[in-house]
């Protein structure tokens, strides 16, 4: 599947990324209390840029979960995703993106983890100096960029669906190049945070929701 398709078949949104707690094993033989546990699937970080009449831009890095351990990583436009969203818009006003006006996916390109875990409060740092390209349909190169940082934590999973506010990075930026502008993405701009989520069915099927309490 071309990286393409990947980024448009992503019909359930950024932020609307089931991630509801899930039921834990008891206990030893004989049955004891049952503890909640939250074993996720995939992992985000997140990078916006509000615009005016509630438009945004957005800067995700997107990986399995087992793939976020400290190290030098590349993307693949596959499952290790870098990628660029132009015009997020909310047309009927329900908080909910239903499109953007482009979209691009890096296919290749490394960037550095160190990473404590993925679990809620866990550190999570991210540095990509080079620049990458970003492919748009037909595999042409709509931007370049994507070099930047980030520095925070793991939000909570009720994040998903506005129970918590996202753990918002203290120092967090993305700069891309797009159509001769260049776009500052991250807490400058707007905000930036890291969320997972135990929802196979939503790391290829997202609706994409407007952030909590911009910065």
Known sequence: MPPLALIVAQRRGVLSLAAAMAVASCSGDSGGPQTPSFDPTACSLLWYRARPAGIFDLYKVEMPAAD???????????????????????GDGD???????????????????????VDEGDAVVFD?????????????????????????VWSSPDVDGGGEDPEYADTASIAVAYEGSSLALGSIAYGAFGLCWDDATAASSITWRQPLNPQ
């Open 68 to 90: 976020w351990t400290s190290g030098t990583h590349a993307f693949d436009g596959t499952s290790r995703l870098g990628v660029f969203y132009y015009g997020l818009f909310d």
């Open 128 to 152: 990509d100096p080079t620049l990458q390209s970003y492919l748009g349909l037909g595999a042409v190169v709509i931007a370049t960029g994507g070099t930047g940082g980030f520095d925070g």
């Open 95 to 117: 908080g909910l993106f239903e499109g953007s006006a482009d979209a691009a996916s890096a296919t290749s390109g490394n960037f550095t983890l160190d990473v404590d875990g």
